[in-house]
Every structure is written in C-alpha cells, then in structure tokens.
C-alpha cells in the first residue's frame, strides 16, 4: 500500500477491505492448482467459491476505483491481473462444462485487456515475474481464440507476442526467452497445419467454419426405447510423437475437442461494462440422470464433460479413467478417443492373453519408452514381460463394467477389435485404418485422416479427391449430400440386425454423429480408387454389417457428391463394365 495522502477512515475501510479481497482470491486461485484435475464434486463447490471471490473483488475495484488510484496507488496492470484471472477461471470451467459459452466469456475478459491496454506498462516496471505473466496472459488469449477459430486475431496476437518476447529477452536476458520463442513457433505451425481447405466467400476472403454441433448438423434418428444412453463423460487423449502441438493440445485433439461440443445457445451475460454475472453458476439447473438440465420449464442437452490428456502415462490415464466411470450417472456412457503411435509386438504362438500379448497404443513419450529400455544394458531382454508405458487391451477390461464407446486412431488400432464384454454393458469399439495408401501416408503434422472424417467429413473427402480450395456455395450444396448420407445411414443403421450394442449408443446426438462419419469413411475407403488394391480399412467391434456399408443408397449419395464436385474420377463404379486395354484405339 502507497501512503500517497492522508486516509480518512472511508478510504482507510476502502483500501483494508480490497486488500483482503485481493489476498483471498489470490489464496483460493492457488488452491485450485492443489485440487486433482479429475473428479467433480470437490472441484466444482471450490470454483464457484474462487469465482464469487474475484467477483466481489472486479466489482469492488470498479466502484472504488477513484481512491484505488488515488491513495493505494492501483495500477493498470494489476487490474489486468485480476481480468486475466477472471479470464482464466471461465477458460478452465469451459473446459468442465464443455459449454462454450464460457469460452466466449474468457475470449470477453481477454479481449478487454488488450483493448484496455491493462498490461501496456508492464515491461517499464522492471519486473521480470510481472513480463512473464504478460507473456502467459498473450499465450491463453491465443489458446482461447484457436478454438474459437478467429484466426485473424490469432495472427496478430503472434505478432504482438513476437515483438513482447523480443523485448523480454533484451531488458532481463532470461533463461527461458529460447522456450517462449518455442511457443510462438508451435503455434504458427498449428495454424499453418490445420486447414484443410479453404472455403471462400462470394467476395473472395476465406469463411471461417465452424464444426461444432448445432441443430443444423445434428443428424436425424428413429428413436426406438433400446437408445438408453447419453454421453456424459470423455477422455481426449493426445500422443502422437508427429503431430504438431500447441498447449498440449494436438491437432487431433484439438479437432476432437470442437467435434464432441455443441454450439453455445446463450451468452452467460454481457462484459463489455467490465461487470462479470452477479452470481456465477455452472448450468441452470443440475443434470438428470439422462443428460438433461431444465431450462425455463424446458429439457436442453447436456454437454458431456471432457478430460484433455497430452501424453498421459498409462497409471495417469487409468486414474481418469477411473474417475470418470465414477461420475457416471445411471444412463451415462463413457467416450475414450485415442491418437496414438502403436507398439505393434508379433504375439507368441498359442497365445492365451489376447488383452496384453499383441501390444498396444504408446501413450506417453516414445524417448520415455527407450530411456526405460535402456536404462540398464545389461538385463536380459524376455518376452514375458509387457511394456509397462503402453497401454494394453487388456487395461480396459475393467471399465467394460459401465457402457464405453471406444475410438482408436493408430497404426495398431486392431489389437482392440477382441475387446469382450464381459459385465453385459454396450460396447462398441472404431478403428481406423491401420495405414493408408501412399498418396495419403505422408499427413504427419497435419494429423489423421481418420480423425478429420469424425470431425469434418466434407473437409476429408476434399481431401481424398485433391481439393485445396472451394466456393461456399459448392461448399454448402456438397454439405447437403453430406447431410443427405447422414440421414440415409441412420436409417439404415436402426432398421439394421445390429443388436444391443450400438442401439443404446444411437440416442444421443455425439456417439450417432461418431457412428454415421465412420460410415461414410469407410464407404468412401471402399470405393476410392487408391484404395483398390490396399488391405486397409476401418474396422469396428462388434462388426458392422456389409449389408451396410455396401449399401446402394449410400454408395449412389457419394457418386452424387463426387459427381457435383467433379472429382468422380477418383471413385471406382462397382456396376461399371470393365475399362478396355490400354492399347485399345
């Protein structure tokens, strides 16, 4: 505190009362960092009490603000302190809640500090510690803004962080200016990477797409009383050794995270008067057991909550695991979406232990992987032993206790084809290619193939058929043939003999909009042209029938889509006379 003046005994209350505020937010922001990442209950009560705190404190610093700077000698940047922390307390519950409208508010809260220039004076406080936490402030604001897809934005935040590191590294010759300049690369190369198509408007600049789930792309269903299910809680976990990242978030994750998310509906309140929602709560009402909160007298749909996992060891997975079977209400199902690199092992013969003998998914780091194997030269190499940093088929089978829904993108994808289900509970398991032709192998940074057919079906047909750039209103007729397929195969799908195991799945808007995409990659697979003498395909556990996936209707839909964007030259006709010799005039 600056004794700048004399205090009567208002200002005197004034100044004691922020400071007291300012300290026990501080406390309780800390202690959020001691709390375990999984889990809800205890988490949950500790954040609204952490966000009412910095609440109380924004609003207090507002209408005080005149003997703030005057007597206590308040500073911009510590404002912009408190906003940043408010910023990031809506960042965390979003990732939560899954509900974007906290995005939008911590994307608000960012907004406004670089608006209002809160941190503008920060590297002429000579304070190293206080440049930092600028520098920390410009890489969640980027962050934030990715998954909000405003690249522009994005684009220009690089810029400015370019300049602050630059100017970091000149006034306090830090140890760690080389690992912020490593932050600005990862996030230029996300961005460069990622785009899969460019989609231009009718005045020739590029549209941003959203790919979230919005009424407009839910596909349709012929409920039947079997589709018991919702999905209610996910596992994202990330480790492919090639892809490139940003925040521990891959583009495959990245791309995952925005699939299995609905659109917000509602701003949780405005900001743009620097006031946060007088009470904060995290939905309405509390969920059902169905997945459901009630809304002005109405039942809205849930989003499930979500787990990010960057190169988890296989104990750290397991703990979430754990954790989010727990949380599972009665009618909820678990998702599990792994990007990995396989650990592929040639089982032994008259193998008994189909859960740990043909190897597994490397979810941690491979280096960690070759450090361990080598850390002791001299022992003898045994075939008896498993990898204890892969995780293994067999790891799962004690979670096939509650309904689990299993997506496996790797190269060793089909050692999970065999997983039982042994307490009677849905199953289902997709799989993607084990490798793909070579015209399609050399993806590498820019991500799976396989993951942008769950995550933009049209974007990875695109793709397949060489498209880079695209009209919007080419764009928006093929996303009806899109839409089309979607509708088509759902109906296939529920009149079809496939049992128990994907029918409770089917109701809930994620896990058919998960099933119908794998379809449609696996019915473009089937008649592309590069694949016609590769082994390669998707698989699924329990099968899907060939009744199905060989079914005209769809076949028809795809030679429509290829034909109005004029790639149909790349899709063999099955019903075609073969081609005449070469040599034939």
């Known amino acids: 505190m600056e004794n700048m003046n004399p205090l009567d005994e208002h ?18 922001f800390n202690g959020l960092r001691e709390l375990p990442q999984y889990g809800h209950k205890q988490w949950h009560s500790y954040f609204g009490r952490t966000f009412d705190v910095y609440t109380k404190l924004w609003k207090f610093q507002q209408k005080h603000r005149c003997i703030l700077d005057s007597k206590y000698g308040l500073k911009r940047w510590q404002i912009g302190e408190i906003a940043s922390k408010i910023g990031q307390l809506y960042y965390h519950f979003y990732l939560r809640t899954s509900n974007t409208g906290y995005l939008n508010e911590a994307y608000s809260f960012y907004y406004a500090i670089r608006g209002r220039c809160y941190y503008t004076k920060a590297s002429k406080e000579d304070k190293c510690e206080l440049m930092v936490k600028k520098l920390r402030y410009y890489a969640r604001f980027i962050v934030v803004c990715l998954l909000l897809k405003k690249l522009k934005l994005v684009r220009d935040l690089i810029k400015e962080l370019d300049r602050q590191i ?20 990862e996030v230029k190369a996300f961005i460069q990477m990622e785009p899969v198509i460019t989609v231009l408007h009718p005045d020739n600049y590029p549209v941003t797409l959203s790919h979230r789930l919005s009424p407009l792309t839910t596909p349709p269903v012929e409920r039947n009383s079997n589709m018991s299910l919702v999905l209610h809680e996910i596992l994202i976990i990330g480790s492919n050794s090639q892809q490139v990242k940003f925040s521990e978030l891959t583009i495959d994750m990245y791309r995952m995270l925005q699939t299995l998310e609905r659109e917000a509906t509602g701003e949780i309140h405005q900001i743009y008067d620097d006031s946060p929602r007088q009470k904060f709560t995290s939905t309405p009402n509390a969920p059902n057991n169905k997945g ?70 490397i979810t941690t780091s491979k280096n960690d992987i070759y450090r361990e194997s080598n850390r002791d030269s001299k022992a003898p190499t045994t075939t008896k032993h498993k990898e204890s940093h892969c995780l293994h088929p067999g790891d799962l089978f004690p979670f ?98 496939l049992g128990n195991r994907y029918m409770p799945f089917m109701g809930d808007d994620f896990l058919r909009l998960l099933v119908l995409r794998f379809i449609f990659c696996e019915v473009i697979i089937r008649t592309h042209r590069a694949f016609e003498h590769h082994p390669c395909h998707t698989r699924a556990a329990p099968p899907l029938p060939e009744e199905l996936l060989g079914h005209p209707a769809l076949f028809h839909i795809v030679m429509d889509l290829a034909s109005h964007l004029q790639v149909r030259h790349h899709f063999q006709d099955p019903n075609a006379p073969a081609a005449p010799p070469a040599n034939r005039e």
């Open 11 to 28: 200002e005197r209350k004034v100044i004691i009362e922020f400071c007291h505020l300012l300290e026990k937010s501080k406390q309780l």
């Open 166 to 185: 630059i100017d970091y590294g000149i006034t306090y010759d830090p140890d760690d200016q080389m690992e912020w300049a490593l932050v600005v690369d």
């Open 292 to 361: 459901y909160y009630l809304e002005n007298g109405r039942n809205k749909p849930l989003n499930p909550h979500k787990y990010l996992l960057y190169k988890p060891s296989p104990s750290q997975l397991l703990v979430y695991l754990a954790s989010g079977c727990l949380d599972l209400p009665l009618y909820g199902a678990l998702l599990i979406y792994i990007s990995s690199d396989g650990q592929i092992v040639q089982p032994p013969k008259n193998s008994e232990d189909g859960g740990y003998d043909a190897g597994g998914l």
């Open 400 to 497: 096939t206790r509650r309904p689990l829904f299993l997506i496996i993108d790797s190269d060793n994808s089909y050692v999970f084809q065999n997983l039982p289900q042994l307490f009677g509970q849905p199953l289902v398991v997709l799989m993607s290619p084990a490798e793909f032709p070579a015209p399609f192998r050399d993806r590498g940074e820019r991500g799976s193939l396989f993951t942008l057919f769950l995550h933009s079906p049209l974007s990875a047909f695109c793709y397949f058929c060489q498209i880079h750039e695209l009209h919007l209103v080419h764009w928006d007729r093929a996303q009806n043939y899109i839409d089309t397929f979607m509708a088509e195969a759902s109906q296939l799908v529920t009149r079809s003999r």
